[in-house]
């Protein structure tokens, strides 16, 4: 089996790689055709220019590798059809199941490759490909950001940050922090010439305290004793560096654990359904490679024993047919004509319903 094993990856391996480094290069070309002129002006450096495509195409990645898997493996079911390798395999008393697991087994691996990428790699690295490219491939600090408001609806604060370095997101330079009361009144001011996280805990420097009444009049300070102090330890502040670099990042490049912190502190946004629908789209995406592959491997051997040009039109057609259901339902949703987050996980469950189905009558 295990021979059996080494043999269906690599013949899934080869027609899986040659099909994903063209998806990428037909990507690249196309880029190359829009930038190779201001590349050449910019004359970036060799490992820059890398940088640059792997951020641009990364966000592509979580259709590009389940269309290279859909093809690879109707060409590989195909290839062992056409060869009589699967009737041999039968005979032999190989399962369908064990047959094909390599191929599950690939499919899996991509899965979990994209959901990492997308969680840990895509957010900053697509993000800095666009600065990039914005900047027609010259270098920009974009590591410093000035004049940043942040409001933790939750704790009721207001944050108004005048400079912070994305680099050393701990400090912030020239802090102003109101706090209201639970009726909406404004209970304190405070104001910092800087503030820094340390042991989990905002720490500000030479803090300066405004108080005020419930009808919004200053008053004296109820605590005199604190204006002594230099330096003050805020523990009861929940919020993290990270949030405030948030303030400055487009949605689309939050990763999904910026998501949900985002809604769990505004959870009356606006457009809350629409935001809880991209959260899950995003852990759904991976689940793409699991199930068009799922569904390939009965068209792979329907095209080996009968037409090509049959099983491969129907195998492509319900890959645009799974990706078209997730666009009606992401405009449904994002409409709030269905809830979101079925919504988001609808065409996975249908799908994954068709290629069982195809799989069990396979079988």
């Given at each position: 089996m295990r021979i059996l094993f080494r043999y269906v990856l690599r013949e899934f391996l080869v027609p899986f790689f040659y099909c994903l480094i063209g998806f990428?290069?037909?990507y690249v070309m196309f880029e190359l055709f829009n930038s190779f002129s201001r590349l050449m002006e910019a004359k970036p450096g060799t490992w820059t220019v890398v940088a640059f495509f792997a951020g641009y195409l990364s966000p592509y990645l979580k259709w590009?590798?389940?269309a290279a898997l859909l093809l690879a493996t109707l060409y590989t079911m195909w290839n062992f059809c056409r060869h009589s390798e699967i009737?041999?395999?039968r005979a032999s008393g190989i399962g369908f199941s064990a047959i094909v697991s390599p191929l599950l087994f690939m499919a899996f691996l991509m899965a979990?490759?994209?959901a990492v990428l997308d969680e840990f790699y895509v957010p900053d690295a697509a993000?800095?490909?666009k600065d990039f490219r914005q900047a027609r491939f010259r270098h920009v600090d974009a590591n410093v950001y000035s004049n940043i408001p942040y409001y933790n609806q939750q704790q009721r604060r207001i944050w108004r940050v005048d400079k912070i370095d994305g680099r050393h997101p701990h400090v912030l330079e020239g802090v102003t922090i109101s706090i209201d009361r639970t009726d909406g009144s404004r209970e304190v001011d405070i104001a910092s010439k800087k503030a820094e996280f340390l042991d989990g805990e905002w720490w500000l420097h030479y803090p300066l305290y405004q108080y005020f009444d419930e009808i919004g009049n200053p008053i004296p300070n109820p605590m005199p004793a604190?204006?002594?102090l230099v330096f003050r330890a805020f523990p009861d502040f929940n919020e993290s560096p990270r949030d405030f670099l948030l303030m400055n990042k487009p949605w689309e490049y939050y990763s999904t654990r910026d998501q949900i912190q985002y809604l769990r502190?505004?959870?009356n946004v606006s457009d809350y359904s629409s935001k809880i629908f991209d959260v899950h789209a995003k852990l759904a995406a991976p689940f793409s490679c699991l199930i068009i592959t799922l569904f390939a491997i009965p068209f792979g051997v329907a095209t080996g024993r009968q037409s090509v040009f049959k099983g491969v039109i129907c195998a492509v057609g319900l890959f645009f047919a799974f990706y078209a259901v997730h666009i009606l339902c992401m405009i449904l949703a994002k409409n709030g004509l269905i809830p979101p987050a079925p919504a988001a996980w609808a065409a996975n469950a249908i799908f994954l319903v068709v290629g069982l189905?195809?799989?069990?009558r396979q079988r």
């Open positions: 990428i290069g037909i590009l590798v389940p009737t041999a395999m979990c490759g994209v993000e800095w490909a604190l204006t002594n502190q505004n959870s189905c195809l799989f069990w």
